[in-house]
Every structure is written in C-alpha cells, then in structure tokens.
DNA sequence: TCCTTATCTTGACACTGTCAGGATATGGGG
DNA sequence: CCCCATATCCTGACAGTGTCAAGATAAGGA
C-alpha cells in the first residue's frame, strides 16, 4: 500500500468550554473535514448534515450559506474525492515501471487502494446519487478521473471499447467488492501476496497480443 | 412460505373512496411490492417507509407488525432480490449451451441483466448497509447468489482464488458501471452488439488455458 | 463614522422512523 | 351460539432530519 492522498484537515476539538469567535474564519474547508469524517463513521447512508454542523461546532443552518443544501456540501466532497482519488492512481504510476503495461497495472492498483482506505467516499463518488453530478466543478473531477484509466488503456495498446471497458470494469469490481469486505479470499492474504494477486487480475483485462 | 399474492397491486392510487376492509389480506407481499417500486422510483437514500405505507394503502405504522422496522423490511426485499438474482443468472444458463465456460459466460451475462434491469435492488443488495446482512434468510440467500459464480469458476477450470476473483469481479464491475449509466461506450451500442461485448469482456477473466 | 455585505444563529415547518396504546376483525373453545 | 384471545391495523406522540425566514454579529470599505 502506497501513500494516500492527504485527507482533509482534521476537525478542530471542539472545545465546548472555549468562546469560538462568531466568525468562523475557515468554515468552508471544516465543514468538508467534518462531512468526510462523519460519512467515514456512518456511510452515506447514515450522512446527517445537522451532525455534520454539530462536529464542526457550529448551528445546524451554518452550512447552508456556504454549499446551500445538504446535496451541495456533498457535491463538493464529491469533488474533491475525485482529485484525491485520481491522486492515488497517481502515486502507484509514479512507483512502478515506465512501461506502459506496468502503468495501467499501477493505475488500477491505485484505483483499489483508494477504494479500502476510504470506502464511504469510494461509496459516494461512484454509487450515490445524492451528489449533483451535474455540477460543473463535480462533472469536470469525475470525468478527469474515470478518463484516466481510459488513456491508459489507449497507451497500453488498448484500441476498442471493449478493451477500455474490460480494464476499468475489472479495476472497479474489485474495488467494490474489496471495500465492502466481500472477496474474503484476497483480503485474508497478507499484503504482498494480496497486491500481486490483485494485479494478476488486473492483467487478465489488458488487450492481449 | 409467502402465498401467491391474490393481486399484487401494481400501482394502488390509494382509491380515498373506496371502503377498504380493516385488514388487508396479505399486506406484508403488498408492502414487499410497494416497497420495491418506492425503491425503483426515489433509490435507495430516498427510499421511505412512510411513504411505502401510503403506496399500500395503510397507515404508516403498518408495516412494523410483519418487520419490526425499516430495516426489517429492507432485509426481506434483499433476501427476495438475491433470489431473483440468482434466477437471472439461471435463466441465461438454460439458454446457452452445455460447455462449462459457455456456462460461466451465461451466468455473469444473467449478473449484468439483472443489475442493468433494475439498478436500485441491485444497489441493495451490493452496497447498502441497511439491510441487516446478519439475517439468516438473507444471509442463505446472499450466499447462495454469489457462491453460483464460484461454483461456476471451478466448474469451467478455475483452481485459485485468483480465478474466482477476476471471474466474480468482471462481472460485478460490468453490472455495476453499466447499471449506473456509465460505460456509454457499451450502452450505445446496439443490444446484440452490446451483449456480445459484454460476453467477450467476460471471457477474459476465465482462466487461461 | 456609517453603512453595506458576509457570516452565523435562532426559530419554525414538514417530513421521517419508531414507540405506546387503542380499535377492529378472525378464529377457536366454551 | 357466544365469548374472548390473538392477530392485525390505526391514531397519536416523540425526537431527529433538511430547509427556509428572520434576526444577530462581525468585517471592510466609503
């Protein structure tokens, strides 16, 4: 398992006994902390906006100026995870081979390391519909981020749908099925052995010669 | 267990006129087939229970005496699905020919109907966490449903648990993405065109001889 | 200094799931 | 036949939720 992309600050203690100052000053950016940290502990399913609004110490209306709605404080985690999940593609290509194989591997393994480090986030980015896909911000992050396997795949030799598809469908089942604690036989592997098996698999999709 | 539904009302307009007697008759299959078309139309995070209630005609305290509560009722629609689940991938089996891999291409084709037809109860069952997947109804009929694509993997030759893996998650990475309108590549195509691809895709997670 | 704006709070409303207690029908025993 | 134990369903209440309206407070520029 490689570096994870940094997660959003932590939420600050919320001292009851402390004076917090009528403005904030970064509210914004705690509520996001705060809102990953709440979907981390009760999935999406279970996301409260006034618990979100409570951890960061603050009314239960606060964030309504800053994302309108419950809806829009989501579409911008969403966003933001996107970039963070396109991140952790990022850093496995950066330790593997140049070869354009090997990078596609590297990708897909990126693509699973993100899905068990976080998968309440790995939950909203791809199975929620609470996010407004059709925001601009969210639309650009997710098409940045689910196009990159498709390069990948095109400089891997990949040349057809069927070749894009078999690749990004392959790299995301596992992912699902890892983050929601299924395919108990490669998570019961130890490390190594469960990263090179995951990438044996990830090798069966790639366009044969 | 459960009698055939005498009429399984469809789409109840909750007639106000109409005298309807104080008990129901089978309210708990009227619940079950409300509950899945509140499932179809608002998703799983909209799905209501209240609002199930209204579908059926009842009051909205109704449903506790035949599930206890939201997730009682979830749990069965689950248990259900993953029964249908399992007969879409039969359904495929019984129409391809006898050769064990013809078989296992069959049964993840029957993966992708099922998820394809209706994405919100393939969404129940695959990443919500409100059914209670301690259940033992459930839980049999979780099992039963994904051990078949197992069984299948040995039958066609499959040995390691890599095999089994690449197997399962080709096809629960195909059903997942294309059941959640991505994969465009593939969902444009006309649906032999489509199908065909789908199968092609699958077959490169079988085992290699 | 004063006023405009941004930020945050309080209060209210409709909706949700769940619980308690009451109403009504069903079926079997007397 | 009557009666009542039980299953079934309803009404009312409560806390929690998202969202809106209106007020309070701070920040910054004229």
Do not use: C
């Not at 999935?43 to 209306?61: D, I, M, T």
């Not at 990708?107 to 899905?115: E, H, I, M, Q, S």
């Not at 090179?196 to 698999?201: D, K, Y």
């Amino acid at each position: 398992m490689t570096d994870q992309p940094p997660r959003l600050r932590p939420s600050p203690p919320a001292d009851p006994g402390a004076t917090r100052p009528y403005h904030h000053g970064d509210l914004r950016a705690a509520l996001l902390a705060a809102a990953e940290e709440e979907l981390a502990e009760r999935g999406v399913e279970g996301f409260s906006l006034r618990q979100v609004a409570k951890r960061a110490g603050v009314s239960h209306a606060a964030p309504a100026h800053h994302f309108g709605d419950a809806k829009g404080l989501l579409t911008a985690l969403a966003a933001e995870g996107f970039r963070q999940f396109l991140a952790a593609q990022a850093a496995r290509e950066a330790e593997a081979p140049p070869d354009p194989g090997e990078q596609l591997v590297a990708a897909g393994l990126g693509y699973v390391d993100f899905a068990m480090a976080r998968p309440a986030l790995f939950h909203l980015l791809w199975q929620s519909e609470r996010p407004d896909f059709g925001d601009a911000e969210l639309g650009q992050a997710a098409r940045a981020a689910f196009q990159h396997l498709v390069d990948q795949v095109s400089a891997a030799g990949g040349t057809s749908t069927a070749d894009e598809g078999a690749v990004w469908a392959m790299a995301h089942g596992l992912a699902d099925l890892l983050a929601s604690g299924r395919l108990s036989g490669m998570l019961t592997l130890p490390p190594e052995a469960r990263e090179a098996m995951i990438a044996g698999v990830l090798r069966r999709a790639l366009p044969r010669r």
